[in-house]
DNA sequence: AATGAATGAGACTTCATTCAT
DNA sequence: AATGAATGAAGTCTCATTCAT
């Protein structure tokens, strides 16, 4: 039956990304995830290589869906000022709403052996792409990707790793991001 | 008595920040370190306590080292302007200039294990206290210490993550940073 | 699946003990009674938490093995001069025909961290048990339980233990020694 | 100075025996006696040659010292019944005023390691040539010499092994036990 | 004589992975 | 497809002992 291995490679997804936020990276065995998932260690080896394997492809995976979150969150007819609003808004949404998987990605990227696996360009490329005709036009002000994916995206990242405890304060903060950032990138 | 040779101490010390860094922290064992700082792995236990001790005691004193060489960089009769270069500019430099240390310290921020035991505010908060005159005075815009820090550090940290070949490249990519928090903070 | 090998869990009790018996509780390690047991070290922690959850119960289950055997030698009809003939005999026998076992109580009983987790008078309690109606008819002296377990089985314990050489004088010792707790014991 | 040394030693005896008999044989280390009596592990090696060495010079003096206390208690001119009396009491003092050491070779008396370096015997011979005299006389019965010495020390060596909390309660069985012994060894 | 540092060997235990059902 | 058993390799840490002062 279909949906009940469906089921079952999910929980094993799940599992590793809680027990890797949870614990760290480094105290993650695979015996932990196979219980925590209610198999046996045997099972994940049905629908991973190896336990590297795993982790590379939960990994992509989770960065992925972090990135089709943001492009949601987007609308063609939005102007520059909305865009950012959705997307600095966009990305600490995700980290409220998911996050362990957020928790994980942040964890994953920051790994030697898993950084290398993937670049993270390749997904942000898109979205800066969408970005580029509102530079063109000179609605937005001109700069590097680099500096426009670090500046749009690593102080968000910054907040949601720290947040702390009235909710109230950190859409506060939030806020306060947001309009500096349009401050910042809009002409 | 044979006196506790120090020199082992901080081989043990730039052994651990070295594997951490190229093999990731889950791939960092007592024995390879010790190998790496050519002592017997029994010689590590004399020095520190556990293998999770060493790596707190570690990651925090290279923490603070970072700090230090940050506030080494500012000098009371910089004005706003020469403060934001200084700070971002000390950060891409200590970056460069102690990579390894860099990455370590990145890497284990995003630990759950390690991130617990270190506070970054404690350090950063005086790096901050240094900003709060000029906002006092009108010079720098005002804006919370969690952005303020988010905006200061985030962006300038990803851009030392994601170092790419040309060297002079990156110097630019730096000075653009620099001048849009410049027009970004400053009144 | 494959299923739990209980003659393999038989094995490793059998090398734990012989071990033991052999060169003391101090010098057995894991790896000596996993290799004299045919198994690897990890196998052990299949049927067993740790060194000492294993040494507690195999210590337990060969306790109740040797209590076991001395109530099979008792019989409901003997008379009072039997019973005392069965049970310091079935002890003795039992010190013989599982000299491996009864040396390996008798160690383990000795040590502290063993000696606390099992209570000896549990067991005997039932063997005192079928002595006192004997007592209450005038058949057998009257004296506590502590004393009638001190002299019905310490004597015979330290006969067992310091056995020597010619296996008739051990023969000839046993039945002086059983005489000797008649005449005691009996009115 | 003679003094200094003498006391350095005795205090690495009675740091052996008090965490032998706390821990177990199994767990005690030279480390952890070279803490227990304040001194450095290489302190140790200068009074004994090895672990193994210590252990067995401190167990054969431990066992000579229990011995030496018995026959402190024994005057010439002791009738057989006072003899019984002033052996087993006097077994079971020692126990109470010097509970360490007893417990100490109680548990060194049971490992083969230990037991074999030590023949119980060789002092125990003096004692029971106090008794022949009184068997050849007649006042005593006449039994081997393993008997008599089974039946003199393990049941009493059992009490004091088995000792529970009111106090007066192990006078009383004692007392019980050693007119038992009496009954048992007497014309 | 005395020490804390140092260590190779080995302690217990867990690892990622494969096996047999 | 799924499993718990099984394991060689490797993990962290402690051991008894020696070194150098």
Redesign the pocket.
């Known amino acids: 039956m279909r949906t009940?291995?469906y089921d079952?490679?999910q929980r094993i997804k799940e599992a590793l990304v809680r027990i890797i936020l949870r614990d760290g990276i480094e105290?993650?065995?695979?015996?932990?995830i196979?219980k925590e998932a209610?198999?046996?260690?045997?099972?994940?080896?049905?629908?991973y290589d190896?336990?590297?394997a795993?982790l590379s492809e939960v990994y992509q995976e989770c960065a992925r869906q972090s990135y089709g979150y943001l492009m949601g969150r987007i609308r063609p007819e939005m102007d520059a000022r909305e865009l950012i609003d959705a997307l600095v808004r966009g990305y600490y949404s995700f980290s409220v709403d998911h996050a362990e998987i957020f928790g994980f990605v942040e964890q994953c990227m920051h790994s030697p052996g898993l950084a290398g696996i993937f670049r993270e360009e390749d997904l942000s490329a898109q979205i800066l792409d969408m970005i580029h005709p509102y530079q063109d036009r000179g609605i937005m002000k001109r700069c590097s990707n680099e500096n426009l994916n670090a500046m749009l995206f690593a102080p968000v990242r910054f907040l949601s790793m720290n947040r702390t405890s009235p909710a109230e304060k950190n859409t506060v903060m939030l806020n306060e991001l947001i309009s500096m950032l349009q401050d910042l990138l809009l002409m």
């Open positions: 009940k291995d079952k490679m105290n993650t065995s695979v015996a932990k196979a209610g198999v046996s260690p045997a099972t994940i080896y049905i629908y190896s336990k590297e795993m």
